[in-house]
C-alpha cells in the first residue's frame, strides 16, 4: 500500500495543482514550477506588464528524492526484512508527507501572482489591448453600466489536495506495518495458564547410632 500510494504521489507532482483565469487568459502551474501559459496579449502595449513571478522546485524536488528513497527502501525490505529498512522507509514517507503539504502550501502563496498574469490593465496601452480584442471579436468592450465582467481569480486543483492525500496514506500505511512487525518480534513467548507444581521431599535420615 505505502508502495502504491508513493508512486501515485510521484505522478501527481507532474499534474497542475493551482490554476488562474482572467481577462487576459489562463496560466496553470504543477509542484515543479512548470507553468502553462495562455495570453491574449491584451497588455503588450502597456508600461506596467505583468511579470512571470518565479515559482520554485525546491519542494517538489525534495519530495521526489524521500519519494524514491522509500520505493527503494520498500523493495530491499521485501528481500531482506530488515529493521532498519523498515525505519528508513517510514521515515523517507513522512519526509515526503511533510514535503508536499509545505509545496502546496507554497503555491497557495503564488495564487496573487499568478492572477496578476491573467488581469488586465487600465493604462492607454492595456484600453488599446482590450479594444482591439474586441474589435477582433475574441472579447468584450466593457463599458460602464452596461456589461458584467469577470475579474481574474486563481485557486488550488484537486490534484495537490489529492497528492496531499496519498502521501499522508501512504506514511500511515508505512507505520502501521513496522509498528505490527515491532509488535510481532518484541512479543515473548507466552506460558500456558496452567503449568505444572514438582514438589520435591527429602528422604528422611536414618537413625544413627551413638
Known sequence: MAAVGSTATLILLFQSWITAQGPDGKVA????????????YLNVWSQAKPKTPPVTSAWAILASAAIIIALCAILLNIRLRSELLARLTTFSLACAALFVVLCLIYLNSKGAELKAMTARTYDLGGQIGQVINWATGRGKL??????TYTYASAGLTHWGFLAVVTSLGSTLAAIAQWLTVRRASDNPVRLSWRMPVVVSRSSSNPDTTT
Open 142 to 147: 466593457v463599458v460602464p453600466g452596461t456589461a
Open 29 to 40: 502551474a504543477n509542484a515543479f514550477g512548470r507553468l502553462e501559459i495562455t495570453t491574449n
